[in-house]
């Protein structure tokens, strides 16, 4: 008779499409090792995730359908709202009891969503935000949202976090310099596109990727600026909208094309190729540019902390070019973005795998009693 395989619900936030596509890797790692992945979201993220994984299982899990203001700045309309998001995490929490029973699950990953944990299964938390940075004008509020977080990162029996431990790393602060909670570890950059794949001949090259993400209205705001600007001079563009379904190359004048989402395969391959990347500084789109070696234009989400710290300091060290949203030049950005170094980390997926099958064993060897201990409690 043969074992049954253990059946790994993966639950990405609804924040942009970065948490998604980061699940990519953790998805096939988990395949690798012999579980079976049973993904968990909606909108976008199932979406695209559904293209990724056409032989997989899903569910619908409502996410916390997060909307920034064109007005007040993204770090304090988050605060303003943190009932409403404690309200979302609350919802999920126990949304899972019944996911668990009618799903047969025998794990749960989690990519940033805080409620999504319980002692019937083993639960992982994905972050790179142990330390949140709030605005400027709240930062006297920073020791208690990093008590909130590691609150909810105690509740998991285990948190990964999609960095190195060492020097050079990604994060920063974001997950160095302050003790971590005793269940965190460090499990590698996460990258849905393979470094070593062969160039596809077939598929056009361009001098320039950009690539629109996050919530809206602001996505819709940089997509609109990036057309107003596309192309600066002569360099072929190529202008991801960030918006799963379609994935047709469509020219929408000379020197720019356009499509709304394309596969990771593909979107790797022109990667590969070299083109300098114009994108937020998402840290999912941050971890694969450094994997794939592109130069890169960052332009943070206005008012989102984590993106405007992320942008500033890679930009102090030389690594990539910041420019603020509302001041993009991209004539005069572009040449100055080619004189920066670039970043390229030389990282295998041992650190993932070699997690994974942790998580695995750990799950192999539960107690009778179906429960498990979170041994930071």
């Known amino acids: 008779m043969s074992q049954k395989k253990p059946r790994i619900l993966v639950c990405p936030l609804d924040w942009g499409l970065g948490h998604a596509t980061r699940c990519i890797p953790v998805i096939r790692s988990l395949m690798k090792a012999g579980a079976e992945p049973v993904i968990a979201a909606d909108g976008p993220q199932l979406h695209l995730l559904r293209l990724e994984f056409p032989g997989a299982e899903f569910v619908n899990l409502r996410g916390y359908r997060v909307q920034y203001s064109k007005r007040i700045p993204a770090g304090i309309y988050l605060l303003m709202h943190l009932p409403r998001l404690l309200f979302n995490v609350y919802r999920e929490h126990r949304k899972l009891i019944k996911l668990i029973t009618t799903l047969d699950i025998d794990g749960v990953i989690s990519d940033n969503r805080y409620g999504l944990w319980n002692n019937r299964t083993c639960s992982v938390l994905i972050t790179h935000q142990v330390n949140i940075l709030p605005p400027a004008a709240l930062r006297v509020f920073s020791p208690v949202l990093r008590a909130i977080v590691r609150f909810f990162i105690r509740r998991y029996h285990i948190c990964w976090v999609p960095d190195l431990a060492t020097t050079p790393n990604l994060s920063g602060q974001l997950s160095h310099g302050k003790a971590l909670p005793e269940n965190t570890s460090y499990i590698g950059l996460l990258s849905r596109f393979d470094k070593s794949a062969d160039n596809n001949k077939g598929l056009n090259s361009y001098d320039i990727v950009a690539i629109v993400s996050g919530p809206e209205p602001q996505r819709s705001i940089f997509e609109e600026i990036l057309i107003n600007q596309l192309p600066p001079g002569e360099k072929k563009c190529l202008l991801l909208r960030g918006l799963p379904g379609d994935t047709e190359i469509r020219p929408i004048r000379k020197n720019l094309d356009v ?107 539960a107690p009778e009693t179906g429960r498990y201990r979170n041994r930071t409690q």
């Not at 500084?281 to 008012?303: D, F, H, Q, R, V």
């Not at 300091?313 to 603020?324: E, H, N, R, T």
């Open 259 to 365: 499509a709304h989402h394309l596969p990771s395969a593909m979107l790797g391959e022109l990667l590969r190729s070299g083109p300098l990347v114009i994108c937020r500084a998402g840290y999912s789109t941050l971890m694969e540019i450094a994997m794939m070696g592109n130069k890169a234009i960052l332009i943070p989400t206005p008012g989102q902390t984590e993106q405007e710290y992320l942008a500033e300091i890679l930009d102090k060290s030389g690594i990539y070019l910041a420019c603020k949203q509302g001041d993009l030049n991209l004539r005069s950005a572009i040449e100055e973005a080619g004189r920066r170094q670039g970043l390229r980390f030389h990282q295998e997926n041992q650190l993932l795998e070699s997690a994974v099958k942790a998580l695995l064993e750990k799950i192999k060897q």
